[in-house]
């Protein structure tokens, strides 16, 4: 299946399928790190205004790949959740959902965007590197966090008057 038969539509952070990408992005995750450095984000906090989750899809439905915006002010979100079933990397579905999360985000109306990953990510490190985020110290829960490695990326805005 090539990239392009992989569609990238709104999720419900509620639903069933979400779940299964989280707590599978989670089994990774807790593999890497301790427990107290896997943070997470409550579904109604990608529920609220300004926020969204995409999931992707392949041709049978099933989601294979999501990511997520969270704000954090008025002028500024975070990436959340980024994630890509083993099975469908190394397709460009992590480039194409954080693609349509910066456009979201623009048409938001935020004017930066900024994620937390791992030291131990080095290809999730090279996939925001390539989009222009730019390392920052940690900030928020994250701040104390020794595997935690931030990033900041300046948007222009969407926002329509």
């Known amino acids: ?60 439905g099933e989601p294979v790949a999501c990511g997520a915006l969270r704000r954090l002010g008025p002028e500024q979100a975070e990436i959340k959740r980024m994630y890509v079933v083993p099975e469908y990397r190394r397709r460009a579905l992590g480039r194409r959902i954080l693609e349509e ?24 490190i090279g996939l925001y590197r390539s989009f222009g985020y730019v390392q920052i110290p940690c900030y928020n829960e994250y701040a104390y966090d020794p595997h935690s490695v931030c990033f900041e990326k300046k948007l222009e805005s969407q926002r329509r008057s």
């Open 1 to 60: 299946m090539t990239a392009d038969e992989i569609r990238i539509e709104p999720g419900d952070p509620a639903d069933a399928e979400y779940v299964r990408l989280h707590e599978a992005l989670d089994r990774e995750l807790g593999e890497l790190y301790p427990a107290d450095s896997i943070y997470s984000v409550e579904p109604d906090k990608l529920d609220a205004p300004g926020c969204c989750l995409l999931l992707a899809r392949n041709a049978a």
């Open 101 to 124: 999360l910066e456009a979201r985000a623009a048409a938001f109306g935020y004017r930066s965007l900024r994620l937390e990953t791992g030291e131990r990510q080095p290809a999730a």
